[in-house]
């Protein structure tokens, strides 16, 4: 089956779900405070309820996995969240709020436990792993993109307050892309008859596998601290303008959005162990510049954190398709979808422990985070880079199996 038949539909439906949920990203909170007049601490731990709630999801579809299509598995989730975000306009209470952001985190979880797995399915027997690394790599930039620039609209959602009809059309986005994915062909090889080969105790003997997972959650930290940490280390700790914020952080998903296909290509003489390496290595440099950021003079400022935002950058480009791409290639063919389902939790864990990880060492000092994280990061770093042997032997025998 041509790839371009199936990859093509696939990528129009991730673009669309993004655009819809960039969309929404910004009216995440404001929707239940202004529309449904909850206060703003009642929101944050509703939704934070319903975050923890659909933390099970992963380990159930790693469970299932062998018996449903990774794709019918994608399309399914498009479905709930399209049913949740309909259902908003009737979440006026406290238990409305919270059944509606459980259904729709639930279906996030089933959408990111399933979607790599068919992403991995596109591959063929013997496939060269460049092609194999850009494939991810289209993927992460499609989904930089689409989000990048429905959070830019949603700036204009927030200031006219058009908060229902975005909600409307976030429900719409969802069910828009589910019908896209119908138009993706079929794998039409059968399914397996009974248990899937294995189980959750084979892979929790699974020693590299599951030290891939702990690295993972460290580099993820790293990708998601910036959001959190950035703004209020700039307003708060440094003589930097306010306005800076936007636009240092608009750079940055630009460069996500436009780059990872050049870096896959800068890469490519590494082994995969030995680039995500190579991305722990930038993010401990980009954790440091920016923890000496208080000792540098306020004209200077500017130019500094725009050169530190470039090893950030640099290190997100190589890590996104990398990882994702050694995640598949690493686990055992017969427990792939299991796998990659429970690779899942390193953003699941990275996006419940950056606020708190950021908070309390912020208290000691600005700079302390930026320390712990630099510190955390190399421990990761050095033992990706001691991983570089096992792993590297999975994928050369996994090179002849079929993915998905």
Do not use: K
């Amino acid at each position: 089956m041509p790839e371009r038949r199936r990859l093509v539909p696939l990528a129009c439906a991730l673009a669309v779900d993004m655009f819809g949920s960039g969309l929404f990203l910004p009216v995440s909170l404001l929707y239940f405070t202004e529309v449904a007049g909850l206060s703003l601490g009642t929101v944050g731990l509703l939704l934070s309820a319903a975050a923890v709630a659909s933390l099970p999801v992963p380990l159930l579809v790693g469970q299932v996995a062998h018996r449903f299509r990774p794709l019918d598995r994608v399309i399914v989730a498009q479905v709930v969240q399209g049913a949740a975000f309909a259902a908003y306009g009737w979440a006026d209470s406290t238990a409305g709020v919270l059944t509606v952001a459980v259904l729709a985190s639930v279906g996030q979880r089933l959408f990111w436990s399933s979607f790599f797995s068919v992403v991995a399915g596109l591959a063929g027997p013997g496939e060269d792993r460049q092609r194999t690394d850009r494939r991810y790599a289209l993927t992460g930039m499609i989904q930089m993109a689409s989000t990048g620039a429905g959070t830019l609209l949603g700036g204009l959602v927030v200031a006219y307050g058009w908060y229902q009809p975005v909600v409307v059309f976030n429900a719409a986005t969802f069910l828009l892309s589910g019908a896209l994915l119908l138009v993706v062909p079929r794998d039409r090889r059968a399914l397996p008859e009974g248990p899937a080969p294995g189980g959750y105790r084979t892979m929790l003997r699974d020693r590299p596998y599951l030290l891939l997972i702990a690295v993972n959650s460290v580099f993820a930290l790293c990708s998601v601290f910036i959001g959190i940490a950035l703004p209020v280390y700039l307003i708060e700790a440094l003589p930097a303008p306010d306005w800076l914020v936007g636009p240092l952080l608009a750079a940055n998903t630009v460069l996500l959005a436009s780059g990872q296909a050049l870096a896959v290509r800068l890469v490519r003489p590494l082994s995969r162990p030995r680039g995500l390496a190579l991305a722990g290595v930038l993010w401990v440099v980009w954790a440091l510049l920016y923890a000496a950021a208080v000792r540098v003079p306020a004209a200077a400022l500017v130019p500094y954190l725009l050169v530190g935002l470039i090893f950030f950058a640099a290190a997100d480009l190589v890590h996104a398709p990398l990882s994702n791409a050694l995640s598949a290639a690493a686990a055992p063919p017969g427990q792939r979808d299991r796998y990659l389902a429970v690779y899942q939790y390193c953003f699941a864990f990275a996006s419940i422990l950056a606020p708190a990880f950021f908070t309390t060492l912020y208290a000691r000092g600005p700079a302390v985070p930026w320390l712990a994280l630099a510190v955390v990061t190399a421990v990761a770093t050095v033992v990706v880079h001691a991983l570089n042997g096992p792993l590297t032997a999975r994928e050369d025998a996994g090179r002849g199996t079929p993915v998905g």
